[in-house]
């Protein structure tokens, strides 16, 4: 994994704490709008993981694998890319199709793309989940 690689799924992942964090904030203030901060924050989330996708299938393409010898490394390329799209596109059409509390969505969204994406970092560093700080760090 390059180092711009690993910087930018950093981002991705923290960027995902930082929605969640927001939309509890709101949530536990009972406000029903979507601040357009939130909404700035969703938007460049998903490029940069679009950004972070594509510079994945290019290491891909030139060679360079996650982990070698590694059994599940093909977790990696779904963790990553698919399911942190699909659950972000998923938390998108929800936010759209409330009309209060939008922000929950994206919210929802969020959390599972968090999840995977950290699952994703978990599989690239072949590390046990107490080593991904240092990991991510790296």
């Given amino acids: 994994m390059t180092a711009f690689h690993r910087v930018l799924?950093?981002?991705v992942v923290l960027a995902f704490v930082v929605i969640m964090a927001w939309a509890l904030v709101?949530?536990?203030r009972r406000r029903d709008d979507l601040p357009d901060g939130l909404?700035?924050?969703q938007h460049w989330t998903e490029n940069l993981l679009v950004v972070q996708t594509v510079t994945g299938l290019i290491l891909l393409l030139?060679?360079?694998r996650v982990v070698t010898g590694m059994d599940d490394a093909w977790l990696h390329y779904l963790y990553g890319?698919?399911?942190p799209l699909i659950a972000l596109v998923g938390g998108r059409l929800a936010a759209l199709r409330r009309d209060r509390r939008a922000y929950l969505g994206l919210?929802?969204?969020s959390l599972f793309a968090f999840g995977l994406t950290l699952r994703a970092v978990q599989t690239a560093c072949?590390?046990?989940l107490g080593d991904l700080p240092?990991?991510?760090l790296g």
Avoid: N, Q
Wanted: overall charge positive; hydrophobic content about 60%.
């Fill in 26 to 28: 709101l949530w536990l």
């Fill in 39 to 41: 909404r700035a924050v």
């Fill in 9 to 11: 799924g950093t981002v």
């Fill in 107 to 109: 919210a929802w969204g």
């Fill in 126 to 128: 072949a590390a046990p």
């Fill in 134 to 136: 240092a990991c991510l």
């Fill in 62 to 64: 030139i060679g360079r």
């Fill in 81 to 83: 890319s698919l399911f």
